[in-house]
């Protein structure tokens, strides 16, 4: 017989016999599932009786017995009894209802004003509704535009999008072009929609706001284009505005603020569309980006009625050209009132949140996430 020294911890392996008497592998598992299948099915079985129960109760006190009006006079003033009891009769027949017809009453005529509203469409969970960035509802008048509209390109700017960059406009009023007053600085919009881009620089202090209905390519083909000292505008995404816009604003070599979609900045044309003709360097472009996303709105009838807020398909952010004392606009920048916007000097430093999903970063992130799941 051998004998083990003291102190030392040593696995003894069962034998055969014990082997033998212990419960197969995997069985413990199953029990476990059985056990929590006959629960579950315990749990359906009691939730079927309970709907038959408040069937028959329902059957039982049919509707009209409870469907009685009540006089204003009569309504308690409890708050809470008041927003049951909008749908019902007296608090008495209210205290003589059960649990379930409360329930089913409140139910149906939820259903009933849902559908005489005309919300049929499935709304926005909280969390997206808070990650909007809500804009003004438009003027509801008739205007007779002089150009073909697309509804899909028919947006206004929000005014939080215009105090994002207000800070920067202000700098190149006053340090840059050596204007007195905020006002006297001319800003051009050449794409209207209902006007409201002047209310909102209106409000900001921005008096002199150019925002003409007019087409603005037949006006810039016949060299009719008004002076202005900065381009700030919120241009159509479809077919090659965004392109031909850009071009735009790089041959008048004045600083310009785009509003556009995340994916522009990974587009093939996006980095020979900022070099200026006769020259090899491209514009320096830094970016403006919202902590939230902006909520747009298109003006009445352009979309379908049942859903008038409408909110842009991409995530948007501002594509901005400062031109000279850029570093010093940045320093001025940090000194101002926060807003509830970052600033992107080049385009690695954009959150990853905005970012395009062709962009290598967006993918690494993506890809990263999908390891820690399977992790």
């Known amino acids: 017989m051998m ?8 696995v003894i392996p069962p034998t055969p016999a014990a082997a033998a008497e212990a419960p197969p592998r995997g069985l413990k598992r199953k029990k476990n599932f059985k056990r929590r299948e006959k629960k579950k099915m315990r749990h359906l079985e009691k939730q079927k009786e309970e709907k038959e129960k408040e069937e028959k109760e329902i059957n039982n006190n049919p509707e009209e017995d409870i469907s009685m009006s009540v006089p204003a006079e009569e309504v308690p003033a ?4 008041n927003d049951k009891l909008k749908y019902y009769v007296d608090k008495e027949t209210w205290d003589t209802m059960t649990k379930s017809q409360r329930r089913n009453r409140i139910k149906k005529e939820k259903e009933k004003e849902r559908k005489s509203s005309g919300k049929n469409g499935r709304s926005l969970s909280n969390k997206k509704k808070s990650s909007l960035i809500p804009a003004e509802k438009p003027s509801s ?5 002089p150009f073909e ?4 390109d028919h947006c ?10 207000s800070h920067f406009l202000t700098y190149l009023a006053k340090e840059v072009l050596g204007k007195e007053d905020i006002s006297q ?3 051009y919009d050449p794409f209207y929609c209902e006007g409201r881009v002047i209310t909102n620089f209106s409000n900001l202090g921005f008096t002199n706001v150019l925002n003409p209905i007019e087409d603005f390519y037949s006006v810039h083909q016949s060299g009719q284009l008004p002076e202005f000292d ?3 505008t919120n241009p159509p995404y479809s077919r090659d505005h965004i392109e031909r816009f850009i071009k735009f604003c790089v041959s008048t070599g004045k600083p310009w603020f785009l509003l556009l979609p995340n994916y522009v900045y990974i587009k093939d044309y996006y980095g020979s569309v900022l070099v200026p003709e006769g020259k090899i360097v491209p514009q320096r472009v830094f970016y ?7 909520l747009f709105w298109t003006p009445k009838g352009r979309h379908q009625a049942k859903s008038k807020d409408k909110t842009s398909p991409f995530i948007t952010f501002w594509y901005c050209h400062f031109g000279e004392k850029l570093a010093q606009a940045f320093t001025w920048f940090t000194h101002q009132p926060k807003q509830n916007c970052v600033i992107a000097k080049q385009t690695v430093d954009l959150p990853v949140r905005v970012l395009d999903p062709n962009d290598p970063r967006a993918k690494k992130v993506k890809n990263s996430k999908k390891r820690k799941k399977i992790n």
Do not use: K, S
């Not at 206004?156 to 960059?165: C, G, K, L, N, S």
């Open 185 to 187: 600085l001319c800003i």
């Open 156 to 165: 206004e700017t929000p005014e939080i999008a215009h105090q994002h960059i």
């Open 78 to 81: 409890d708050p809470e009894m």
């Open 230 to 232: 900065v381009i700030v």
């Open 3 to 10: 004998l083990l020294p003291e102190g030392d911890n040593i």
């Open 149 to 152: 509209i697309d509804p899909q």
């Open 288 to 294: 403006i980006v919202p902590e939230q996303r902006y």
């Open 141 to 145: 008048r008739e205007i007779q535009y």
